[in-house]
């Protein structure tokens, strides 16, 4: 894992840095870019397009709630940096940004972009499962395409993140609407099953997470926003008798 932080870059004032009209050819290269990585695996891609401002909006909506205070933040999947230079302004001075990209032609786009002084930002090349770090997460933004993998993966992905976070933070990700009706107009007797499994285990963290959704219609296609809150370890009684209970013969 390359987890070099991107203190390398140089720390140019916004208005040296990037010059008029940046932000928009930025923009176009990451949908160009999207498009041909999406054309080599659309698997593991999992869009054809960056995130629009909108859906990214939604996304960092907790860092934007905590704002003013110093957070560990996690995005995964960060693709071009749609959603990451997002990120980046909205986090205080003393933060931490961990941003994990597999895609190594995406991850050198990412050690790029500028970022604001007195922020640790550092990028990983790899899985999110392989992720080394000695801290735990205020917030964790998910961009990965769950619909795209196995259930077992996405079990032990979203234990992962309840592992990483902290009591009480939050976590996000997003899935495109319409995708059940499409993959079962198209999608083969396996892969449609495949999916199902995917969202009856992840139906499974919505309940014990106290999940919340809203859809952002102005993304393209649109898509719905999962929130989820870690819930506070069990005490030691509560576990003993959930372990008990389970026990018990039925």
Same mark, same amino acid.
């Given at each position: 894992?390359?987890?070099?932080?991107?203190?390398?870059?140089?720390?140019?004032?916004?208005?040296?840095?990037?010059?008029?009209?940046?932000?928009?050819?930025?923009?176009?290269?990451?949908?160009?870019?999207?498009?041909?990585?999406?054309?080599?695996?659309?698997?593991?891609?999992?869009?054809?397009?960056?995130?629009?401002?909108?859906?990214?909006?939604?996304?960092?909506?907790?860092?934007?709630?905590?704002?003013?205070?110093? +957070?560990?933040?996690? #995005?995964?999947?960060?693709?071009?940096?749609?959603?990451?230079?997002?990120? +980046?302004?909205?986090?205080?001075?003393?933060?931490?940004?961990?941003?994990?990209?597999?895609?190594?032609?995406?991850?050198?786009?990412? &050690?790029?972009?500028?970022?604001? #002084?007195?922020?640790?930002?550092?990028?990983?090349?790899?899985?999110?499962? #392989?992720?080394?770090?000695?801290?735990? %997460?205020?917030?964790?933004?998910?961009? +990965?395409?769950?619909?795209?993998?196995?259930?077992?993966?996405?079990?032990?992905?979203?234990?992962? %993140?309840?592992?990483?976070?902290?009591?009480?933070?939050?976590?996000? %990700?997003?899935?495109?609407?319409?995708?059940?009706?499409?993959?079962?107009?198209?999608?083969?007797?396996?892969?449609?099953?495949? &999916? +199902?499994?995917?969202? #009856?285990?992840?139906?499974? %963290?919505?309940?014990?997470?106290?999940?919340?959704?809203?859809?952002?219609?102005?993304?393209?296609?649109?898509?719905?926003?999962?929130?989820?809150?870690?819930?506070?370890?069990?005490?030691?009684?509560?576990?003993?008798?959930?372990?008990?209970?389970?026990?018990?013969?039925?």
């Amino acid at each position: 894992m390359d987890d070099a932080p991107l203190s390398d870059a140089p720390h140019l004032p916004q208005s040296s840095a990037r010059p008029a009209g940046a932000p928009r050819r930025e923009r176009s290269a990451g949908r160009w870019a999207f498009l041909v990585e999406a054309a080599r695996d659309l698997r593991t891609t999992g869009a054809v397009a960056p995130s629009g401002r909108a859906l990214a909006s939604a996304l960092t909506l907790p860092v934007r709630e905590r704002r003013g205070r110093t +957070l560990n933040v996690l #995005e995964v999947g960060a693709g071009t940096g749609a959603v990451t230079r997002r990120l +980046l302004p909205l986090l205080p001075c003393g933060s931490r940004l961990d941003v994990v990209e597999a895609n190594p032609r995406f991850a050198d786009r990412l &050690h790029g972009l500028p970022r604001p #002084e007195g922020r640790d930002v550092r990028v990983h090349i790899g899985r999110v499962e #392989e992720l080394l770090v000695d801290v735990r %997460y205020d917030v964790i933004v998910s961009g +990965l395409p769950f619909a795209n993998f196995p259930a077992v993966q996405v079990t032990a992905i979203m234990d992962l %993140y309840l592992r990483l976070l902290r009591p009480g933070g939050a976590l996000t %990700y997003f899935a495109y609407r319409g995708t059940r009706r499409a993959r079962a107009l198209v999608a083969s007797r396996v892969e449609a099953v495949r &999916h +199902l499994r995917v969202e #009856e285990e992840l139906s499974t %963290y919505h309940a014990r997470c106290a999940a919340r959704s809203r859809t952002v219609w102005g993304n393209l296609p649109p898509a719905r926003v999962w929130r989820l809150t870690a819930p506070a370890p069990a005490e030691p009684a509560a576990r003993a008798a959930a372990v008990s209970t389970a026990r018990a013969p039925g």
